[in-house]
């Protein structure tokens, strides 16, 4: 059965930086692309970025710069290294198995919670 679990959301000032980790279980992460969307209160899930399994990445404008897409192949974990975080990026963040480009693939973890204090 196909499981991701995010971790890692919390609060923190401007500037500040946090990590974010996806757990995956029931396959091999490295054998599929991968992604992370972010959601804001009212509003669609939105692209952040991608790795796919070549390891090729791509960033939304946004965060380009700030944010690193990563994976663990021994710990079958992706993760999300966010810098110089600022309060537009407040949201709920989505782990997501068999992105296209920017459209998201039909396996989806329950999201992880990061706050950006101004």
């Known amino acids: 059965q196909v499981r991701l679990v995010e971790s890692g959301g919390g609060l923190v000032q401007s500037g500040g930086s946090l990590r974010l980790s996806c757990a995956a279980s029931g396959f091999t992460l490295a054998w599929y692309d991968m992604a992370w969307y972010r959601q804001f209160p009212g509003q669609e899930r939105e692209f952040v970025a991608s790795l796919s399994k070549e390891r090729i990445t791509f960033y939304a404008d946004a965060v380009k710069g700030r944010f690193t897409i990563s994976r663990d192949t021994d710990k079958n974990m992706l993760s999300l290294q966010m810098n110089n975080l600022k309060p537009e990026d407040t949201a709920e963040y989505y782990c997501?198995?068999?992105?296209?480009?920017?459209?998201?693939?039909?396996?989806w973890g329950r999201g992880t919670q990061v706050t950006v204090s101004s």
């Open positions: 997501n198995r068999g992105v296209v480009g920017t459209f998201p693939g039909n396996y």
